[in-house]
Each structure stands twice: as C-alpha cells, then as structure tokens.
T-cell receptor
Framework: GAGVSQTPSNKVTEKGKYVELRCDPISGHTALYWYRQSLGQGPEFLIYFQGTGAADDSGLPNDRFFAVRPEGSVSTLKIQRTERGDSAVYLC???????????FGPGTRLLVL | ELKVEQNPLFLSMQEGKNYTIYCNYSTTSDRLYWYRQDPGKSLESLFVLLSNGAVKQEGRLMASLDTKARLSTLHITAAVHDLSATYFCAVDSGGGADGLTFGKGTHLIIQP
C-alpha cells in the first residue's frame, strides 16, 4: 500500500516568510509524528498527534512553529517568520497505534535564504 | 532528559568483515528501534526490540538489547557493499506518547 507522503519535497523561502509543510500518513494510522533532521544529525522530535489532538508538542522549538491535524489524517506543519536556522529536512512519520513502529515519509527539505 | 549515544559515528570497513555498532541510552525505555537511512532518503525501519535479551536478525544484520546495561548492538556479519548507509538507533522514552529520541547515527561505508 501507499506509504507516508509529504509535500512539497523541496521548499526554498526567504527569511521572514511563512511556510506550510504537508504530511499524508498511511491510511488508518492514528498516530502521527513530526521530526526535524539537520545535516549529519539524527531526527529530532517536534510534535505527536493521536487522532486530531496534539498529545505532545514538547519538541516544538518556539511559538513560530505550529501543527494541525483537523480530521485525524493529513497534518500540516506551519512555520511563521522563518529563520535561516529553520533550514532542515522535516520528516513526518505515522504509526497504526500509539507506541507502534513509526513509518517515515520522504521528508520536505526546507531552505531559508 | 533521555540521551542516546551511538558509536562509532563513522565506520569504514571492507566487504566480508564483521563489525558491531553500539547504542547506549540514559534512562529506562520501553522500546528500542534501529533504522537505516540512505543518502537523500528517508528512514527505513529495521528492527524493534521490546524486552531485555531480545535478539532479532534479518540477513546479515542482527540486533540485540540489554535493558539492564541500557545498551543495544547492531552486528554486521560478512558485510557487503549494499549495507553502506547511515544507521540510527532510537529510543521510546516511555508510555508510547512521546516521539523517539535518536542517536546521531553511524555512517557506514563498506568498501569492496
């Protein structure tokens, strides 16, 4: 079946702009996670959704970052007033159950100029 | 704060050789995962280890978990070039509600 999909695959923006990154999880997966991966590092947890609600947003670095999952399927990660330090690959993962194996999407490569 | 340390961070080895990657974590955890990442690609799940003494094998890769030592190993047997990739271990901090905490990864190059 189809895996986790993310759009866009690449995004270039200017400092101070607003961006939205989309994640489409595997059908039926209730748990959805966002991570950020910088070059040469492991992914860092940002936020976890169980259904429509953000069960854990402790990894969001500041209030410029926000994510939603209004219908319990597709999720959007929103970044306001982007900074050059936000440049990274943003990964989305989904899991069929809370605490299950996480299946990762291909990521969105964000470059803030 | 949960910390996950991998070593080595970089490994170059020849085909046919055996080697082990180590993953230490700092607090009690319910689950330990190993992922593979090829350059420019996303993460592929390799193993999930759920209990002390758990051992899983797939082809030339074998993973084990010692929860008392807070240590997992990924052993490579008779390495082949196709296993060249970056390998991450990741730990579930507990309760299933949080995201995974990843190590920095081991960049593995297997030369003919």
């Amino acid at each position: 079946g189809a895996g986790v999909s993310q759009t866009p695959s690449n995004k270039v923006t200017e400092k101070g702009k607003y961006v939205e990154l989309r994640c489409d999880p595997i059908s039926g997966h209730t748990a959805l996670y966002w991570y950020r991966q910088s070059l040469g590092q492991g992914p860092e947890f940002l936020i976890y959704f169980q259904g429509t609600g953000a069960a854990d947003d402790s990894g969001l670095p500041n209030d410029r970052f926000f994510a939603v999952r209004p219908e319990g399927s597709v999720s959007t990660l929103k970044i306001q007033r982007t900074e050059r330090g936000d440049s990274a690959v943003y990964l989305c993962a989904s899991s069929p159950i809370r605490g299950g194996t996480q299946y990762f999407g291909p990521g969105t490569r964000l470059l803030v100029l | 704060e949960l910390k996950v340390e991998q070593n080595p961070l970089f490994l170059s080895m020849q085909e046919g050789k055996n080697y082990t990657i180590y993953c230490n974590y700092s607090t009690t955890s319910d689950r330990l995962y190993w992922y593979r990442q090829d350059p420019g690609k996303s993460l592929e799940s390799l193993f999930v280890l759920l209990s002390n003494g758990a051992v899983k094998q797939e082809g030339r890769l074998m993973a084990s978990l010692d929860t008392k030592a807070r240590l997992s190993t990924l052993h490579i047997t008779a390495a082949v070039h196709d296993l060249s990739a970056t390998y991450f271990c990741a730990v579930d901090s507990g309760g299933g509600a949080d995201g995974l905490t990843f190590g920095k990864g081991t960049h593995l190059i297997i030369q003919p």
